[in-house]
């Protein structure tokens, strides 16, 4: 059974990192493009960031390239998502995601506030 | 960045009913388009893909259509489980967009 659980969500100041992970199980991690997409609270779901199988491709949405960072660890089947110069419009919850382009499984989110 | 319309944004519905949820894409994303379904408090839940391909484990009661930029997710014989946020997201040009949603509510 596919299990995805994310981690690393916490309260952050405005300008500051955190690394949000996700943890996979089930499935073989090496076979499949993942993506991260978050939630604010109250609002619709936007598509964050994706990385091929082999980390060599990335993807990002608009207002998180130069900021934001995915990468994953193969051996340890573990996605990341690594948050620089957060502000307060990156409060949300940050899901993890199986597949590139039809997204089959869902973690259970990660949240993540950032405030004074 | 593609632009997707959800229609409507909220629908109230009866027990036993068929609904229809469109969505518009701002311009034609062939059939790259998914449907998913977000219960209160709970993580997403993918429904179909590829406009009309039912995800493992989907009930067939849900239906999608289209391609091009009109697609339409129908939900036969609701149910009280049904009530939820309906998405759908194009994933032809990154980045990958949801629509605003659509609350059903039974």
């Known amino acids: 059974e596919v299990h995805l659980v994310e981690s690393g969500g916490d309260l952050v100041q405005p300008g500051g990192s955190l690394r949000l992970s996700c943890a996979a199980s089930g499935f073989t991690f090496s076979d499949f493009w993942m993506t991260w997409v978050r939630q604010a609270p109250g609002r619709g779901l936007e598509w964050v960031a994706n990385?091929?199988?082999?980390?060599?491709?990335?993807h990002y949405v608009d207002s998180v390239i130069g900021r934001f960072a995915i990468s994953r660890d193969n051996a340890k089947n573990s996605l990341y998502l690594q948050m620089n110069s957060l502000r307060g419009d990156d409060a949300a919850v940050y899901f993890c995601?199986?597949?590139?382009?039809?997204?089959?499984?869902w973690g259970q989110g990660t949240m993540v506030t950032v405030s004074s | 960045d593609i632009q997707m319309t959800q229609s409507p944004s909220s629908l109230s519905a009866s027990v036993g009913d068929r609904v229809t949820i469109t969505c518009r894409a701002s311009?034609?994303?062939?059939?790259?388009l998914a449907w998913f379904q977000q219960k209160p408090g709970k993580a997403p839940k993918s429904l179909i893909y590829d406009a009309s391909n039912l995800q493992n484990g989907v009930p067939s009661k849900f239906t999608g259509n289209g391609s091009g930029t009109d697609f339409s997710l129908t939900i036969s014989s609701l149910q009280p489980e049904d009530c939820a946020t309906y998405y759908c997201?194009?994933?032809?040009?990154?980045?990958?967009?949801f629509g605003q949603g659509t609350k059903l509510e039974i």
């Open positions: 995601l199986r597949g590139r382009h039809a997204l089959d499984f």
């Open positions: 990385i091929k199988e082999d980390g060599s491709e990335k």
């Open positions: 311009q034609g994303i062939r059939r790259y």
């Open positions: 997201q194009q994933y032809d040009k990154s980045p990958y967009t």
